[in-house]
């Protein structure tokens, strides 16, 4: 993909936190919630981020918008005009504009949204409190962003209680739609919906994102999901990112034995689908523990002495233009991926 289209450049990102313990609260080691991680992310594109529940997803995109801190690393933010801007230590007013251009959609719509307020207030308040929108324009602006996300615009008095819990999740979404961003971090915006609204949501998703020149990066542990959905899909094993290429390639033929027991672990409704069955042995690793060389290699069914003792990098993987992968053995293992490209 063209440079010129970058959007955002991650680079060594890190979050770490403290765990302290004793009268001193001293610290004695650290939870490595997201622990060296770079990637691109270009204009237009759905970056889908996939893993098991404490990889590290959610503390990537709450790092990503500065709603925590990062530890180390950068977060460049390329601008419509070419200005360039680092989130990760960008000072609290030039962070405030930034966050204009990206937003969050949450997980659990039931708690996201204020029942206190409005659907005219939840939306409204963002144009409100940036100075985008008059008291008086307000009305007109959310009508418009309600319509957009396929909500009854006359319901714009009411409150969430009035709503289900996919309308609720539009609400949402209209939200983040206010403020006119780039980017939009959807965290598991799907998980709490039934299939069937599952599936409204995500065709929605995808009209807006056309609509608006809408970038996405969408977490879920739901692969059948991400593979509607994205365009390029990132691996993450431990607050690492362990594979990252494009949607149909990467389910068709991974290149890091992590991501094949992922998708060997998807069901399909079609048995004749359904490729070998990996049984992964032990629980994913503590973020708190060391663990020295490749991360995944107490539990990878390919793992060697080198394994043990050196960390892989993340790396051009062979064969396949931008995937990027970081196994040792990526170039001789011969990995099983689904049968049937995304129809
Ligand atoms: Fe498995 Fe070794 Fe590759 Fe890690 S580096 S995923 S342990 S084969």
Redesign the pocket.
Known sequence: MAESQKLLEIKNLKKYFPIRTGFFRRVHGYVRAVDDVSFDLYRGETLGVVGESGCGKTTLIKTIIRAIDPTEGSIVLHGKNGETHDVATADKTTLRALRRDIQMVFQDPHSSLDPRQTVRDIIGEPLYVNGIAKKNEIDERVRELMAAVGLDPGYLKRYPHAFSGGQRQRIGVARALSLNPELILADEPTSALDVSVQAQLLNLLSKLQKQFSLTYIFISHDLTVVRHISDRVAVMYVGKI?EVGSTDELFIAPQ???TEALLAAVPYADRSLKTKRIVLSGDVASPSAVIP?????PR?????E???VEV?ELRAAPGVDGRIV?????EE?SLAGVKVPVG
């Open positions: 362990v890091h034995p992590y060389g490749c991360k995944f290699h990878c069914p390919y793992a060697q080198r394994c043990r892989p970081a196994c040792h053995r990526a293992l």
